[in-house]
């Protein structure tokens, strides 16, 4: 164990910069109604702060910009795919790793493989593009995480957790061969970066196994989960973020990684196994839809900066400390001045609570999204909505899914922000909620059938 420090200061100092720049109120607003009120479409030279996501936003360490010329390009056998390969056996623990461009790539190859159309998938609520590929591949996905996910304002260490009477109800109803797995998400990010805990996560696996249906991680932000752990679950305190980690892998059989969050690079991301069988049929895949299976969808200097990433993401304890640090500090802040948001606070962003604070606009007219365009105006902080317009529609129906969860999520980069820039995020956030008021709803101008939150248009109503 390291020794602790009072506070979480950053475990690095600073050797590059990128200055960013302030713009005039009248400039974004002409920008934001550029971009159709979609924070997607807004061009980042127009952007102060960028919480848009914490997805290949990371900033990479003088060890890993080392390891990008040591990149070895080799079209087979590259060094740097080896060294990926062991950055992946020893931290998660997979015998078989299947590379890919980034999460979604391993998505498709794993939905592909082994989602019969009229399956169920079962989740701890969805993420946007595992939901996709789920239902590309013909598969019906079934939220079963705890009810207290769903409410904003309850209190609890692990609302990722999956419900397993909702699961147990699943399987006596649909039966365990229409199954073909359990997608379980560490830190789940629709739900707020909320965690699951150990116990639920072993309990979980112990209930498939007895089914024989799979267990598949989605281990994108495994990393912040085992802080929670860590910091929240008995037996946990004085175990280290790598054990953790390790332990989650253990109760699964396989995960999907998109490499762009906690691995610390800015694009890439991986399938890994356990089973061979299912390995060979993955590379089968990888090599139509991603490259030949020692690069997959990135180049030889690409895995290497992942395989450095991967073991810089766990070699100390006081990485995930200041990263989840700065998130709370920024939440702290706001819950001060009684702005309604997500709690417990996440792992990865704040998540402003749309439909509370912003009453008056009636869920199809789209309150987070709204929001987020105005904190934009106020600012230039760029968040992202996660409500109505990325739930989409119900395919059955054709209507809107209305989640109960009306979020703008405002990300916080790794390593990329200072604490003087979680303060001017933080006076904006209050400065708008202060006039909420008057901020009105949105309508559509543009929607597109799938994934309709990335391109969407918008005006005001
Ligand atoms: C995030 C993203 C990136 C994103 C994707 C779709 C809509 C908006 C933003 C990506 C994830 C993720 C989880 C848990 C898989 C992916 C896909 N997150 N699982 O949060 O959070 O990975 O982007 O590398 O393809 O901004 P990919």
Known sequence: M???????????????????????????????????????????????IDLLTDSGTSAMSDNQWAGMMLGDEAYAGSKSYYHLEEAVQEVYGY????????????????????????????????????????????GIFVDVIIDEAHMPSVEHPFK?????????????????????????????????????????????????????????????RAVENAYFIQQREGGYEDRSIKEIVAEICSYSDGATVS????????????????????????????????????YGGMSGRDMEALARGIHEMVDTDDHARARVGQVEYLGNALLKAGVPLVQPIGGHGIFLDAAAILPHIPQDQFPAQALTAALYVDSGVRGMERGNVSAGRNPETGDHRYPKLELVRMAIPRRV???????????????????RARVGGLKFTYEPQELRFFQARFEKI
Request: contains cysteine; proline residues 4%; charged residues 25%.
């Open 2 to 48: 390291e020794q602790r420090r009072r506070s979480w200061a950053e475990p690095y100092k600073i050797k590059m910069v990128e200055p960013i720049k302030m713009t005039t109120r009248e400039h974004r607003e002409k920008a934001i109604a550029d971009a159709g009120f979609n924070s997607f479409l807004l061009r980042s030279d127009d952007v102060y």
């Open 259 to 294: 490499s762009k969050k906690d691995n610390l690079v800015n694009i890439g991301g991986f399938l890994a196994v356990r089973d061979l069988e299912l390995a060979t049929r993955a590379r089968a895949m990888l090599v139509q839809f991603e490259g030949l299976h020692t």
């Open 95 to 138: 015998p078989e790793l299947i590379p890919t461009h980034q999460g979604r790539g391993a998505e498709h190859i794993l939905s592909q493989l082994l989602i019969k159309p009229g399956d169920y998938v079962p989740g701890n609520m969805y993420f946007t593009t595992t939901r996709f590929h789920q239902e590309h591949a013909g």
């Open 417 to 435: 922000y200072t604490q003087a820039h979680m303060d001017v995020t933080a006076e904006s956030v209050v400065e708008v909620y202060e006039n």
């Open 160 to 220: 990722g957790n999956v419900d397993l009477a909702k699961l147990q109800r699943l399987i006596d109803d649909v039966g365990a061969d229409q199954i073909p797995y359990i997608s379980v998400e560490t830190n789940v990010n629709m739900a707020g970066g909320q965690p699951l805990s150990m116990a639920n996560l072993r309990a979980t696996y112990g209930l498939c196994k007895k089914y024989d249906i799979p267990v598949m991680l989605d281990a994108t």
